[in-house]
């Protein structure tokens, strides 16, 4: 569990890494991603291709959640 404080600092450490610098970021997306990723993208009416990478699809993720209104 994240404490307040922790949570309200977390832009400023390096909890929060862009995709673009993850290790493992060329890797398949995870099933939790694929999971969210496609019902975000129903929502937004757009297609999504089975086979991004962790980092790509955490970015549309993002796209998707910024589009729809969700989760920010």
Known sequence: MTDRATQ????????????????????????AQRSYLHPLAEEAHVEVEDDLTKAEASKKIDELKDETGRGR
């Open 8 to 31: 309200e600092h977390a832009e400023e450490s390096n909890m929060i890494k862009d995709p673009d610098n993850w290790v493992t970021g060329d890797e398949p997306m995870t099933g």
